[in-house]
């Protein structure tokens, strides 16, 4: 009996509580509706002595979302209009010039051909990339024997380690570099990366006809003729030193070439020592230059507007004319290159400093960078190379000796999305390797089996000879570059007395 009345005690309260909450919310919104004015913001003020229920009201709420459409309407059409400038908007600041965002290419470091972001829904406001994602970025070198060999891997290590896109390589070599090259190369077996050889010795004729004084010998003339040397169809490239190192991607470079604006033919960074303004001791005579110079360790050729040009007379002249009096080059094909500047200074675009920091005797390259970020490509153009002095040398020796020893085989690495000529070898080793079974005790060795090592002929000076017998002893060795220089001591001590070859795998 007792739950029975319960039953009916929760009944009725629950009645009652559903009759009092729709008529306390009726209540409360009839007295915010006498009590609230809403703020004149538009003609809906009118609609407040409109009665309230029936025809009244629907034309009321048509009236209303009429009005909210037409101030939608009036917002998209200010939103879409673009900002006017500050000096529209305060004529007295017309001196200050457009204060709207800017952006560059990067790795430029100047404000050339800075363009203005148009804020809105101009397709403006997006940034292309100057180079395309799978652009092939040129590369020309000269080198030629066994020395420049060695040092031109530790600058192509350095280039693949930061690259992005496909890398062709140009070498103009002698016999010598181009037989240890494209071993090299083809041992290597890095993916879109592509090599040609031009035969540095049907180059020579062009400008044996130069005296130089420079160490580098003729070799270091052979850059004056890259337009006659090079593929008729290639309209630019960039051309270095082989005692260069990279710290940055050499696509940052290549976007500099968007930058040439006239007839500017020649990326080159100024020089920075003090050679061409003559001051250096007494009686130093440099060639004429454009004020301290330029340095031709890292140059961007656009071979098309040289050729134009007719580039290979423009120099030819200015060599001619100025040996009569200079009588020979002491920097090779850069006194040369400046002679012609100086006389046509429209040809040059003059690069940032940091593109060609130079670690030569009496330089000014400290001045280049503040931060390691600011650096981009370190030149060893002394003769005296690693052991040039410097304030922070033993950083950038570091950081040479880091690509030096670098393992090369870690750079056999796939572009992600860009498509590479089909390499039946590589195809066919991966193929291998993967049919091997990973968790068998065994699996390095069997690994080591098929590993294709990249190999370095004549790693060290030697003049081979095949012996006619054919008795010719090969020593094949695996170690670490400090230990590489007690080779010649080791076969010394064994007493080999046939030929030796050498060939060092890495």
Same mark, same amino acid.
């Given at each position: 009996?007792?739950?029975?009345?319960?039953?009916?005690?929760?009944?009725?309260?629950?009645?009652?509580?559903?009759?009092?909450? %729709?008529?306390?919310?009726?209540?409360?919104?009839?007295?915010?509706?006498?009590?609230?004015?809403?703020? %004149?913001?538009?003609?809906?003020?009118?609609?407040?002595?409109?009665?309230?229920?029936?025809?009244?009201?629907?034309?009321?709420?048509?009236?209303?979302?009429?009005?909210?459409?037409?101030?939608?309407?009036?917002?998209?059409?200010?939103?879409?209009? %673009?900002?006017?400038?500050?000096? +529209?908007?305060?004529?007295?600041?017309?001196?200050?010039?457009?204060?709207?965002?800017?952006?560059?290419?990067?790795?430029?470091? @100047?404000?050339?051909?800075?363009?203005?972001?148009?804020?809105?829904?101009?397709?403006?406001?997006?940034?292309?990339?100057?180079?395309? !994602?799978?652009?092939? =970025?040129?590369?020309? =070198?000269?080198?030629?024997?066994?020395?420049?060999?060695?040092?031109?891997?530790?600058?192509?290590?350095?280039?693949?380690?930061?690259?992005?896109?496909?890398?062709?390589?140009?070498?103009?070599?002698?016999?010598?570099?181009?037989?240890?090259?494209?071993?090299?190369?083809?041992?290597?077996?890095?993916?879109?990366?592509?090599?040609?050889?031009?035969?540095?010795?049907?180059?020579?004729?062009?400008?044996?006809?130069?005296?130089?004084?420079?160490?580098?010998?003729?070799?270091?003339? #052979?850059?004056?003729?890259?337009?006659?040397?090079?593929?008729?169809?290639?309209?630019?490239?960039?051309?270095?030193?082989?005692?260069?190192?990279?710290?940055?991607?050499? +696509? &940052?470079?290549?976007?500099?070439?968007?930058?040439?604006?006239?007839?500017?033919?020649?990326?080159?960074?100024?020089?920075?020592?003090?050679?061409?303004?003559?001051?250096?001791?007494?009686?130093?005579?440099?060639?004429?230059?454009?004020?301290?110079?330029?340095?031709?360790?890292?140059?961007?050729?656009?071979?098309?507007?040289?050729?134009?040009?007719?580039?290979?007379?423009?120099?030819?002249?200015?060599?001619?004319?100025?040996? #009569?009096?200079?009588?020979?080059?002491?920097?090779?094909?850069?006194?040369? $290159?400046?002679?012609?500047?100086?006389?046509?200074?429209?040809?040059?675009?003059?690069?940032?400093?940091?593109?060609?920091?130079?670690?030569?005797?009496?330089?000014?390259?400290?001045?280049?960078?503040?931060?390691?970020?600011?650096?981009?490509?370190?030149?060893?153009?002394?003769?005296?190379?690693?052991?040039? !002095?410097?304030?922070?040398?033993?950083?950038?020796?570091?950081?040479?000796?880091?690509?030096?020893?670098?393992?090369?085989?870690?750079?056999?690495?796939?572009?992600?999305?860009?498509?590479?000529?089909?390499?039946?070898?590589?195809?066919?080793?991966?193929?291998?390797?993967?049919?091997? @079974?990973?968790?068998? %005790?065994?699996?390095?060795?069997?690994? &080591?089996?098929?590993?294709?090592?990249?190999?370095?002929?004549? $790693?060290?000076?030697? &003049?081979?000879?095949?012996?006619? @017998?054919?008795?010719?002893?090969?020593?094949? +060795?695996?170690?670490?570059?400090?230990?590489?220089? $007690?080779?010649?001591?080791?076969?010394?001590?064994?007493?080999?007395?046939?030929?030796?070859?050498?060939?060092?795998?890495?």
């Amino acid at each position: 009996m007792l739950g029975m009345c319960r039953g009916r005690r929760k009944f009725l309260v629950a009645s009652l509580a559903l009759l009092f909450i %729709p008529a306390l919310t009726w209540l409360y919104l009839s007295v915010g509706s006498f009590q609230v004015k809403p703020l %004149p913001l538009s003609p809906l003020e009118a609609l407040s002595s409109t009665p309230v229920g029936g025809a009244g009201e629907r034309q009321a709420l048509e009236l209303r979302v009429r009005v909210v459409e037409e101030e939608n309407r009036a917002l998209r059409r200010e939103l879409s209009r %673009p900002p006017r400038s500050p000096s +529209a908007q305060h004529p007295s600041n017309n001196h200050r010039g457009n204060q709207s965002r800017t952006h560059s290419e990067e790795g430029t470091g @100047d404000n050339e051909s800075q363009k203005a972001v148009t804020v809105g829904n101009s397709s403006d406001c997006v940034r292309h990339p100057v180079v395309d !994602k799978c652009e092939t =970025i040129h590369v020309a =070198i000269v080198c030629a024997g066994y020395n420049a060999s060695r040092d031109v891997v530790t600058l192509v290590k350095s280039v693949l380690f930061h690259r992005r896109n496909p890398l062709h390589f140009h070498f103009i070599t002698d016999s010598i570099a181009q037989q240890i090259l494209s071993s090299l190369f083809h041992t290597w077996m890095v993916p879109a990366v592509r090599v040609d050889f031009y035969d540095a010795d049907e180059l020579k004729s062009e400008v044996s006809w130069i005296p130089n004084k420079h160490y580098s010998g003729i070799y270091g003339l #052979m850059k004056l003729v890259l337009t006659k040397t090079l593929p008729s169809d290639l309209q630019r490239v960039i051309v270095l030193d082989t005692d260069i190192t990279f710290a940055t991607d050499i +696509a &940052e470079l290549w976007a500099v070439f968007h930058k040439f604006k006239g007839q500017q033919v020649l990326g080159l960074v100024e020089n920075q020592s003090d050679w061409y303004l003559g001051n250096l001791w007494k009686n130093h005579r440099p060639w004429p230059a454009l004020g301290r110079g330029f340095n031709t360790g890292v140059i961007l050729l656009l071979l098309d507007r040289l050729r134009k040009l007719r580039w290979e007379q423009m120099w030819r002249l200015t060599a001619e004319r100025e040996l #009569m009096s200079m009588l020979s080059t002491s920097l090779a094909d850069q006194d040369i $290159f400046n002679a012609v500047i100086k006389q046509n200074p429209f040809l040059v675009h003059q690069l940032p400093c940091f593109w060609n920091v130079q670690l030569s005797d009496h330089t000014r390259s400290e001045k280049c960078y503040k931060d390691v970020s600011d650096l981009k490509v370190i030149h060893w153009n002394s003769p005296k190379k690693l052991r040039v !002095k410097n304030k922070h040398v033993e950083f950038f020796r570091n950081l040479y000796l880091t690509f030096l020893e670098y393992d090369g085989n870690l750079l056999r690495r796939e572009l992600f999305g860009c498509p590479s000529e089909a390499d039946h070898n590589s195809e066919n080793l991966q193929k291998t390797l993967s049919e091997l @079974d990973e968790d068998d %005790p065994c699996y390095e060795f069997r690994r &080591e089996r098929f590993t294709v090592h990249r190999t370095h002929l004549y $790693f060290l000076h030697y &003049e081979y000879k095949p012996s006619s @017998d054919n008795t010719d002893v090969t020593l094949v +060795a695996q170690l670490s570059m400090d230990r590489c220089w $007690f080779t010649p001591t080791l076969t010394e001590s064994v007493k080999i007395t046939t030929p030796r070859t050498f060939e060092l795998l890495g």
